[in-house]
């Protein structure tokens, strides 16, 4: 049984969410409620150690024996569920958030360290069998999905636009996933076509929703 809502995700998430297997639906809640997690501490740029000191709490919790992690989140029980041997790369992904906590403007290696963060847990997700054609593809459509998604946070329009040139660089190129990756090219469609209509979210147009759902269905 979950132990907390989707409703707390953001709405891209929630969304992509939908579309993943019934099977597969656990590790994913769990991947994007820790990122949503993470995002918010990020948030608050105006308390960057208090930042620091929540972040440094979770990669310590991660790092110990599951019958030796704190009780009562929610959250860390579903990573300790759905992730157990792949803490390594839940905290890459922390250790991508904190990049961000640098100083502004946003430097090219904080953006590009945020990206290959979010990569980590998702190539877990995708087991050892997987060829390497698709790790890669995997790679290449987390990084850019990541990237268009920091970008649009972003206020300050230089840091916007070095995320999406960076996003640019992993290429433009449709990229089928396999189909544990639905709710992965979801947020990559999306993301691409947030970039070319330079819309100023994932859900920027009506037309956004209605890809989603197509995307989400059919894998196109």
């Known amino acids: 049984m979950e132990e907390f809502s989707p409703e707390l995700l953001a709405l891209p998430q929630r969304l992509a969410l939908s579309y993943a297997r019934a099977t597969e639906r656990g590790a994913w809640l769990a991947l994007f409620a820790f990122d ?25 919790a991660l790092r110990k024996p599951l019958s030796e992690r704190p009780q009562g989140d ?7 569920r759905e992730f157990e041997g792949d803490e390594t790369a839940l905290i890459a992904l922390v250790d991508g958030w904190e990049a961000l906590l640098a100083d502004p403007p946003l430097a090219r290696h904080a ?7 979010r990569t980590a847990p998702v190539i877990a997700l995708a087991g050892p069998d997987s060829s390497p ?20 946070g972003c206020t300050d329009a230089r840091d ?18 396999p189909r544990s990756m639905r709710p992965l090219q979801v947020l990559d469609t999306l993301a691409m076509r947030s970039l070319g209509k330079r819309l100023r979210s994932l859900l920027g147009d009506r037309g956004a929703a209605l890809l989603a759902m197509r995307v989400g269905m059919f894998g196109r």
């Open 111 to 117: 953006a590009i360290e945020f990206a290959l963060g």
């Open 133 to 152: 054609a698709t790790i890669d593809s995997m790679y290449r459509v987390t990084r850019r999905w990541s990237l268009v998604d920091l970008g649009l």
């Open 74 to 80: 929610p959250v860390l029980a579903a990573l300790g």
């Open 160 to 177: 916007r636009e070095l995320c999406f040139d960076l996003a640019r660089k992993e290429g433009l190129d449709a990229i089928r996933l």
């Open 36 to 60: 949503c997690r993470l995002a918010q501490f990020v948030s608050k740029m105006n308390e960057p150690l208090l930042a620091q000191m929540r972040l440094a709490w979770w990669r310590d």
